[in-house]
C-alpha cells in the first residue's frame, strides 16, 4: 500500500476505516506529485508546471467565442479547479447545509465539490463497496443505482418494502438492517425518487432508532443519504435530512450526505454536487483523512469539477435575492403539489383504474395500477393517442413527474392517463 494511504489509515482507525472497501483503503490525495509541485511553484515568476495556457498579459488564455458568452471572472472558470471544489464554495455550502438542518450541532467535514450527485454516489461506491457487498434500500430507488452500485462496484441491492400500508415501512428496514452482522450499508433517497415521499418526523425518529440499534448491537452501519431533492417538502414529511442526526447518533455509525445546486438550485446541466461526511467522534485530522480518500478517488476519475458552475453557484450564494427567488420556485412546484392531491381527491372515478401511492414533496408521485393493468401498454397508448409522456416502472407503477406540468394542464394529465387505462 502506498504509505501515503497508509497515513491516512493510521489517522482515521475505528468505525470510518472498517466500512472503507479495499479501494477506499488504498485511496489518497497525491500530495507528493505534480500536483504538490506544481503548488510549489505557486506565485512564481516563471511558472512551468501547470498545463494550461496564459497570454502574455497573465490571464488565462481564451476565445472571445466562449468568453462572450460568460459573466464570470477569468481566473474563476478556465482554470482548472481545485480538486476538493473551490474552497470558498465548500466553505458557502457548509454554512448552508447547517443553516437549513439547524439541528446538527456536531462537527462534520468540509463538503466535496463533485461532478453532480450521480458522480458522488460513484464515488461513495469506490471508497465503501466492495464486490459482494450488501446496500440495503427501499424496493422504490431510482433505477441508476443498479448501474452504480452493482454493475460498476460489484455491490448488491437488498430492497425491502417501502410501504406499508400509508406508511413507511420502518419494520421491513429493521428486518432488513437486522439480517447477519458486521459491515452494514443503508442508502436513503429523501425526497424519494420515484415516490416522492419524505417520512414524517415520527417515522424520521423510528428510522433512527433501528439504526442506532443495530449500532448498539455492534454491526458497523455506513449511512448513505442521497439528498438530490432536499428542500423540496410541500406537506407533513421531516423538515432536516436524517444527516443531522445520524451525524452524531453512535460511534459505529458513519453518514455521508450527497446533495448538491442540481435541484436544490434548479441548475441541472451544471453538475455540482457534494460530499459531506459525519460521524460521532471524528475529529478534524480524521475528516480531513476521508476528504483526501474522496479527493483522490476524484483525481483519479474526472480529476476535477467544472469551474465556471462552481463560481457561479457561489455567487448566487451570496447574492441577496438568492433566498426570495428559490422561494419563488418552490412555491410554483408546490402549486403544482396541491393540484395533483385536489384532482385525485376530486376524481374518484379514477381509482377504477390507478391509486396514489404516498407522495408528499420532490418533483416524482406514483400511481399504482389495478390489476390487469400492463403500465408499458398505458404508457405507448398515451404517446401514441394522448401526446403525453410518463415513465412506466416494474411493479404495475407510473411515474408521474409533476414537477415539469403547469398548474392548468394537471387535469387533463390525469384525465388523459384514465382514458389510457380505459382504452
Given at each position: 500500500m502506498n504509505p501515503q494511504a497508509d497515513a491516512l489509515n493510521k489517522t482515521l482507525k475505528g468505525t470510518a476505516l472498517a466500512l472503507l472497501s479495499k479501494k477506499g483503503k488504498a485511496a489518497f490525495w497525491p500530495r507528493l506529485g505534480i500536483l504538490q509541485q506544481t503548488l510549489d511553484a505557486r506565485g512564481k515568476e516563471l511558472d512551468a508546471t501547470i498545463g494550461t495556457a496564459v497570454g502574455d498579459d497573465g490571464t488565462p488564455m481564451r476565445l472571445p467565442a466562449v468568453a462572450s458568452h460568460l459573466d464570470v471572472e477569468p481566473k474563476a472558470a478556465y482554470p482548472y479547479a481545485p480538486g476538493m471544489g473551490v474552497m470558498a464554495l465548500r466553505e458557502a455550502w457548509k454554512t448552508e447545509l447547517k443553516a437549513k438542518n439547524p439541528s446538527l450541532n456536531s462537527e462534520i467535514s468540509l463538503p466535496i465539490v463533485t461532478a453532480g450527485l450521480t458522480h458522488g454516489l460513484s464515488l461513495i461506491g469506490s471508497l465503501f463497496v466492495d464486490p459482494g457487498t450488501e446496500i440495503v434500500l427501499p424496493d422504490l430507488f431510482w433505477g441508476n443505482y443498479k448501474r452504480i452500485f452493482e454493475h460498476i462496484h460489484g455491490g448488491k441491492l437488498v430492497p425491502f418494502e417501502t410501504f406499508k400500508g400509508s406508511e413507511f415501512n420502518t419494520e421491513g428496514l429493521k428486518e432488513a438492517l437486522g439480517r447477519g452482522e458486521g459491515k452494514k450499508i443503508l442508502l436513503l433517497n429523501f425526497p424519494n425518487n420515484p415516490s416522492g415521499y419524505t417520512p414524517t418526523e415520527q417515522e424520521a425518529e423510528a428510522i433512527l432508532a433501528v439504526i442506532k440499534e443495530n449500532a448498539e448491537a455492534g454491526d458497523k452501519i455506513f449511512v448513505i443519504l442521497d439528498?438530490?431533492?432536499?428542500?423540496?417538502?410541500?406537506?407533513?414529511?421531516?423538515?432536516?435530512?436524517?444527516?443531522?442526526?445520524?451525524?452524531?447518533?453512535?460511534?459505529?455509525?458513519?453518514?455521508?450526505?450527497?446533495?448538491?445546486?442540481?435541484?436544490?438550485?434548479?441548475?441541472?446541466?451544471?453538475?455540482?454536487?457534494?460530499?459531506?461526511?459525519?460521524?460521532?467522534?471524528?475529529?478534524?485530522?480524521?475528516?480531513?483523512?476521508?476528504?483526501?480518500?474522496?479527493?483522490?478517488?476524484?483525481?483519479?476519475?474526472?480529476?476535477?469539477?467544472?469551474?465556471?458552475?462552481?463560481?457561479?453557484?457561489?455567487?448566487?450564494?451570496?447574492?441577496?435575492?438568492?433566498?426570495?427567488?428559490?422561494?419563488?420556485?418552490?412555491?410554483?412546484?408546490k402549486a403544482r403539489y396541491e393540484k395533483v392531491k385536489e384532482v385525485l381527491e376530486k376524481h374518484e372515478e379514477y381509482q377504477e383504474y390507478f391509486e396514489a401511492l404516498p407522495f408528499n414533496s420532490g418533483y416524482f408521485m406514483c400511481l399504482k395500477l389495478k390489476e390487469g393493468i400492463d403500465p408499458e401498454k398505458v404508457r405507448q397508448t398515451l404517446l401514441k393517442d394522448y401526446d403525453t409522456g410518463v415513465i412506466a416502472l416494474p411493479s404495475g407503477l407510473l411515474r408521474i413527474a409533476y414537477s415539469g406540468i403547469p398548474v392548468a394542464k394537471i387535469p387533463t394529465l390525469f384525465e388523459n392517463i384514465s382514458s389510457a387505462c380505459k382504452d
Amino acid at each position: 500500500m502506498n504509505p501515503q494511504a497508509d497515513a491516512l489509515n493510521k489517522t482515521l482507525k475505528g468505525t470510518a476505516l472498517a466500512l472503507l472497501s479495499k479501494k477506499g483503503k488504498a485511496a489518497f490525495w497525491p500530495r507528493l506529485g505534480i500536483l504538490q509541485q506544481t503548488l510549489d511553484a505557486r506565485g512564481k515568476e516563471l511558472d512551468a508546471t501547470i498545463g494550461t495556457a496564459v497570454g502574455d498579459d497573465g490571464t488565462p488564455m481564451r476565445l472571445p467565442a466562449v468568453a462572450s458568452h460568460l459573466d464570470v471572472e477569468p481566473k474563476a472558470a478556465y482554470p482548472y479547479a481545485p480538486g476538493m471544489g473551490v474552497m470558498a464554495l465548500r466553505e458557502a455550502w457548509k454554512t448552508e447545509l447547517k443553516a437549513k438542518n439547524p439541528s446538527l450541532n456536531s462537527e462534520i467535514s468540509l463538503p466535496i465539490v463533485t461532478a453532480g450527485l450521480t458522480h458522488g454516489l460513484s464515488l461513495i461506491g469506490s471508497l465503501f463497496v466492495d464486490p459482494g457487498t450488501e446496500i440495503v434500500l427501499p424496493d422504490l430507488f431510482w433505477g441508476n443505482y443498479k448501474r452504480i452500485f452493482e454493475h460498476i462496484h460489484g455491490g448488491k441491492l437488498v430492497p425491502f418494502e417501502t410501504f406499508k400500508g400509508s406508511e413507511f415501512n420502518t419494520e421491513g428496514l429493521k428486518e432488513a438492517l437486522g439480517r447477519g452482522e458486521g459491515k452494514k450499508i443503508l442508502l436513503l433517497n429523501f425526497p424519494n425518487n420515484p415516490s416522492g415521499y419524505t417520512p414524517t418526523e415520527q417515522e424520521a425518529e423510528a428510522i433512527l432508532a433501528v439504526i442506532k440499534e443495530n449500532a448498539e448491537a455492534g454491526d458497523k452501519i455506513f449511512v448513505i443519504l442521497d439528498d438530490a431533492y432536499f428542500g423540496l417538502q410541500y406537506a407533513d414529511g421531516m423538515q432536516e435530512s436524517l444527516f443531522a442526526k445520524l451525524a452524531n447518533l453512535h460511534k459505529s455509525v458513519l453518514a455521508v450526505k450527497v446533495d448538491g445546486a442540481t435541484k436544490e438550485e434548479f441548475m441541472w446541466g451544471f453538475r455540482i454536487g457534494f460530499l459531506t461526511y459525519g460521524a460521532w467522534g471524528l475529529d478534524s485530522d480524521a475528516y480531513q483523512a476521508l476528504v483526501e480518500k474522496t479527493a483522490g478517488t476524484i483525481r483519479a476519475t474526472v480529476s476535477n469539477c467544472n469551474h465556471p458552475g462552481q463560481s457561479l453557484l457561489l455567487q448566487a450564494l451570496k447574492d441577496p435575492d438568492h433566498q426570495r427567488e428559490k422561494l419563488q420556485k418552490l412555491n410554483t412546484l408546490k402549486a403544482r403539489y396541491e393540484k395533483v392531491k385536489e384532482v385525485l381527491e376530486k376524481h374518484e372515478e379514477y381509482q377504477e383504474y390507478f391509486e396514489a401511492l404516498p407522495f408528499n414533496s420532490g418533483y416524482f408521485m406514483c400511481l399504482k395500477l389495478k390489476e390487469g393493468i400492463d403500465p408499458e401498454k398505458v404508457r405507448q397508448t398515451l404517446l401514441k393517442d394522448y401526446d403525453t409522456g410518463v415513465i412506466a416502472l416494474p411493479s404495475g407503477l407510473l411515474r408521474i413527474a409533476y414537477s415539469g406540468i403547469p398548474v392548468a394542464k394537471i387535469p387533463t394529465l390525469f384525465e388523459n392517463i384514465s382514458s389510457a387505462c380505459k382504452d
